[in-house]
């Protein structure tokens, strides 16, 4: 099982991925820096939280034109698992893999805390490891965090079931409670709350560990 996480400037939860995943799969990651143009081979890629540089004109923009992204979008239109985490989240919507966009929240203050969310969709890839309805607590820390999606476009995510997370308390405005999407192939994944932070319970919960160890088996 061979997984990869991209690195742009400012990414801070880069290691943190690269931890989790390396014990759920085994082996340690590679670390594609954003400049780069040629993804190595995986199984599936990751794209981290972080203030990608320095979130300017607004989170992940800057991101989603850099380099490597050009490989990763080929690589997800190809059916390549990608996850993107927090910023991740942010990148990916930038890039039109995913609908909506993440905009400030609506507290306008940065949020930093635990939060519990529903599972919405377990017959997804990512989310295969956890029960329909059930729930999980994920750190969340963003100050972008607020999903915004048109009418159309919400019902349609909900209608096609493509809701992976929601938040029960809804700390940042997003639309619906949306904490995590899927695209309509299945195979990107997009969320604010991080669970590479929750993979031990030296760290708080093992939610994320049981995340992880769901997307190894399912890409297996
Ligand atoms: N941890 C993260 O990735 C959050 C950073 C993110 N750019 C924000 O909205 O604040």
Redesign the pocket.
Same mark, same amino acid.
């Given at each position: 099982m061979k997984t990869a996480v991209i690195v742009f400037p400012a990414? =801070?939860?880069d290691r943190d991925i690269a931890v989790a995943l390396e014990q759920a799969t085994g082996k340690k990651p590679a670390m594609v820096w954003h400049g780069d143009t040629d993804l190595p081979e995986a199984d599936f890629y990751a794209l981290?939280?972080?203030?990608?540089y320095g979130?300017y004109l607004r989170?992940?923009a800057m991101a989603a034109k850099s380099p490597i992204m050009r490989a990763v979008i080929d690589k997800a239109k190809a059916g390549a698992p990608v996850i993107g985490?927090?910023?991740?989240?942010?990148i990916l919507c930038e890039t039109g893999l995913l609908p909506g966009v993440?905009m400030? =929240?609506a507290g306008l203050d940065?949020v930093c805390r635990d939060v519990e969310l529903r599972v919405e969709n377990n017959q997804s890839i990512f989310t295969r490891g956890f029960e329909k309805g059930s729930y999980v607590t994920f750190p969340?820390?963003?100050?972008?965090?607020n999903y915004v999606a048109d009418e159309e476009t919400l019902n349609r995510i909900e209608g096609d079931g493509r809701v992976a997370f929601r938040y029960v308390d809804n700390p940042n405005g997003s639309a619906r409670d949306i904490a995590g999407l899927i695209n309509d192939a299945g195979n990107v994944l997009g969320m604010?709350p991080?669970p590479e932070r929750v993979i031990s319970p030296l760290l708080g919960g093992i939610d994320g560990a049981t995340f992880f160890k769901g997307l190894v088996e399912a890409v297996s």
């Open positions: 990414s =801070n939860c981290p939280g972080g203030f990608s979130d989170a992940g985490v927090c910023n991740g989240f942010q993440l400030r =929240n940065f969340v820390a963003h100050h972008d965090g604010m991080h």
